[in-house]
């Protein structure tokens, strides 16, 4: 009669661990890079978003409206003051853009451009350049203001 065993040795199991374990400590930096670019980049597209909606709520409503950069706590959005708060992301050297009801920015920002930077990684930066006639251009990555 035959001994016919089945299944792994708790030797094959522990390599097969150990290996596993390597190529994970291996990914997880790399992913975690990955996770905290993704959540830059969105809070990016929301300026983005939020001063096209105030630029479109300037036309509509014949008023002037301002985005703001910075919020407390007892800011809240209206018709004429949009507030931009972000967990990863912070704009500097611009405190407000403001659209008169043409659309267009009544004063320009520094060089036409907003710097966008993490709070945490100064490897990640973007630019969103601002014309007069209050047109956005997608954001640049990496580039200077």
């Given amino acids: 009669m ?10 094959e199991l522990m390599v097969c661990i150990g290996i596993l374990a390597i190529v994970t400590s291996i990914a997880a930096p790399s992913f975690s890079q990955q996770i905290k670019n ?31 950069f910075s919020k407390k706590l007892t800011d809240q959005n209206n018709a004429t003051n949009f507030y931009w708060s ?5 704009i500097t050297h611009v405190d407000h853009i403001e659209f008169d009801m043409l659309g267009q920015i009544k004063q320009r920002p520094p060089n036409g451009c907003i710097a966008i930077t993490h709070k945490s990684d100064t490897r990640f930066s973007q630019v969103l350049t601002v014309n007069v006639l209050g047109s956005l251009n997608a954001a640049q990555e990496n580039a200077t203001c």
């Fill in 2 to 11: 035959k001994n016919i065993r089945r299944g792994f040795t708790l030797i």
């Fill in 38 to 68: 993704h959540k830059f980049n969105n809070e990016t597209r929301d300026v983005l978003t939020l001063m096209g909606e105030a630029r479109a709520q300037a036309i509509s409503l014949k008023k002037d409206v301002k985005v703001h």
């Fill in 86 to 90: 972000a967990q990863n992301a912070q």
